[in-house]
């Protein structure tokens, strides 16, 4: 049975066809980015999307820059504006989506749908990492989300 994905789904799977990206191991932030016609930043402060530019802090980990990069992304993708100027219910709401967005890029349902994830929660979680490039607590907060929207959709 064919999974039915939801909008931001869709829309993920979309641009990452569109910039020729299939298949996890083809997922890295310099690929996409650049695809994408962007650039990134390196510097010592929180990750952040300014006039354009995407700015990841050069302190983290790989796997935190690429979390902090899918969020950026929504905010350079979706978001316009200075989040300091809007409401706080506002900008809680589009925090919110670019976690969620964050979530759905760094390791994209189509993506989950091809792979055979092992029965046992802890072996899926590590399975997600390796092959996705995040931290363990993304990838339990994705898994958790994915199976609980296969379950629904039964």
């Known amino acids: 049975m064919a999974n039915t994905y939801n909008n931001l789904e869709e829309y993920i799977q979309k641009l990452l066809h569109r910039i020729d990206i299939y298949h996890p191991h083809q997922l890295n932030m310099e690929d996409v980015y650049s695809r994408l016609g962007m650039s990134v930043h390196y510097i010592q402060q929180d990750a952040m999307f300014v006039f354009g530019y995407i700015f990841l802090d050069s302190r983290k980990s790989a796997a935190e820059q690429w979390e902090d990069f899918g969020h950026e992304l929504c905010h350079a993708l979706w978001h316009a504006g200075n989040q300091a100027l809007i409401p706080l219910s506002m900008r809680e709401y589009q925090e919110w989506k670019a ?56």
């Open 99 to 154: 976690e969620n967005f964050a979530q759905h890029l760094c390791i994209p349902s189509f993506m989950l749908d091809s792979m055979k994830l092992p029965n046992h929660t802890k072996e899926a979680v590590w399975m997600l990492q390796e092959e996705f490039g995040v931290t363990q607590k993304f990838s339990e907060k994705r898994l958790e989300r994915y199976m609980r929207n296969l379950q629904s959709s039964y």
